[in-house]
């Protein structure tokens, strides 16, 4: 099975990459195609690479320089507020300015190649609870978390669901340096938009409100030819997932950026291109 509902009805909103080989946006690693014009048939991104430390247990992410702790200490589960204090009174390897991360941060730890890991990057190898927190709040009561299933389906693979009392048991697996979040550059075209910091354009027709089925969209997407282009794909999750970006990554308050072209995708459901490999 593709672990893909066709019967299920949903938006439509098409992509094109304008140069692959140079993409802003990392590989979701889904090395399968199921259906022509899928992510595994594109495979579009760059590819991810870290490196691991097992002396101290640091895993260092080549992409984005972020450094994460991966040690047995590093699984254990921990309050909201415990898992703060956790991240920001350690210390190893002469560094000492630990936190915990933003949520598009723990999503950079996602390949969907990896489902005996139930999508986290195979060399963490101090899992722990499959829900680890984040530093980004919704607001003062509710703190966002990624959490890590065997599943096909995305909401599950990466849940953006809220923890409504800051008191679950969840892993802390904490993280330093930053790296550049590049602002969202949109040059609104006739029929689509042009993201230039992402090196991706999205169409903006009102075609894109028509509801179809995960096969119908891709192929929508396939037979498109607009502003003069016939490559148009429908997105994969983290093309998708790019639209939104997470500030601060100091431990303090987060401010969670949506891109204007938000302003644009009339509905809160839309597909991507992405499904689980196995």
């Given at each position: 099975?593709d672990?893909?509902?066709?019967?299920?009805?949903?938006?439509?909103?098409?992509?094109?990459?304008?140069?692959?080989?140079?993409s802003?946006?990392?590989?979701?690693?889904?090395?399968?195609?199921?259906?022509?014009?899928?992510?595994?048939?594109?495979?579009?991104?760059y590819?991810?690479d870290?490196?691991?430390?097992?002396?101290?247990?640091?895993?260092?992410?080549?992409?984005?320089?972020?450094?994460?702790i991966?040690?047995?200490?590093?699984?254990?589960?921990r309050?909201?507020?415990?898992?703060?204090?956790?991240?920001?009174?350690?210390?190893?390897?002469?560094?000492?300015?630990w936190?915990?991360?933003?949520?598009?941060?723990?999503?950079?730890?996602?390949n969907?190649?990896?489902y005996?890991?139930s999508?986290?990057?195979s060399?963490?190898?101090?899992?722990?609870?499959?829900?680890?927190?984040?530093?980004?709040?919704?607001?003062?009561?509710?703190?966002?978390?990624?959490?890590?299933?065997?599943?096909?389906?995305i909401?599950?693979?990466?849940?953006?669901?809220?923890?409504?009392?800051?008191?679950?048991?969840?892993?802390?697996?904490?993280?330093?340096g930053s790296?550049?979040?590049?602002?969202?550059?949109?040059i609104?075209e006739?029929?689509?938009?042009?993201d230039t910091?992402?090196?991706?354009?999205?169409?903006?027709?009102?075609?894109?409100?028509?509801?179809?089925?995960?096969y119908?969209?891709?192929?929508?997407?396939?037979n498109?030819?607009?502003?003069?282009?016939s490559?148009?794909?429908?997105?994969?999750?983290?093309?998708?997932?790019?639209?939104?970006?997470v500030?601060?990554?100091?431990?303090?308050?987060?401010?969670i950026?949506?891109?204007?072209?938000?302003?644009?995708?009339?509905?809160?459901k839309?597909?991507?291109?992405?499904?689980h490999?196995?």
């Amino acid at each position: 099975s593709d672990g893909v509902n066709s019967a299920t009805q949903s938006v439509t909103i098409t992509i094109v990459n304008l140069n692959a080989n140079t993409s802003a946006i990392a590989r979701t690693n889904q090395n399968n195609s199921y259906y022509n014009g899928d992510d595994g048939y594109y495979q579009s991104g760059y590819n991810q690479d870290f490196t691991r430390d097992s002396s101290t247990g640091i895993v260092t992410d080549n992409n984005t320089n972020l450094m994460w702790i991966d040690n047995s200490e590093s699984a254990l589960g921990r309050s909201y507020s415990d898992a703060h204090t956790y991240c920001s009174n350690l210390s190893i390897d002469g560094y000492n300015d630990w936190r915990l991360p933003e949520i598009d941060e723990l999503t950079n730890l996602i390949n969907f190649s990896n489902y005996s890991n139930s999508c986290l990057v195979s060399i963490f190898q101090n899992r722990g609870s499959s829900v680890w927190w984040s530093n980004t709040d919704e607001d003062t009561t509710r703190s966002y978390y990624v959490q890590f299933l065997s599943t096909v389906y995305i909401s599950s693979n990466v849940n953006y669901s809220q923890d409504l009392t800051k008191d679950r048991s969840w892993v802390a697996k904490c993280v330093r340096g930053s790296y550049a979040k590049s602002n969202h550059i949109l040059i609104d075209e006739d029929l689509y938009i042009n993201d230039t910091s992402l090196k991706l354009m999205w169409e903006k027709s009102t075609y894109t409100d028509i509801k179809r089925t995960w096969y119908e969209s891709i192929d929508y997407c396939e037979n498109l030819s607009l502003g003069g282009y016939s490559d148009w794909k429908l997105p994969n999750v983290f093309e998708f997932m790019a639209i939104v970006k997470v500030t601060g990554g100091d431990g303090g308050n987060s401010i969670i950026q949506k891109s204007p072209l938000l302003n644009y995708l009339k509905s809160s459901k839309h597909w991507t291109s992405t499904s689980h490999d196995k």
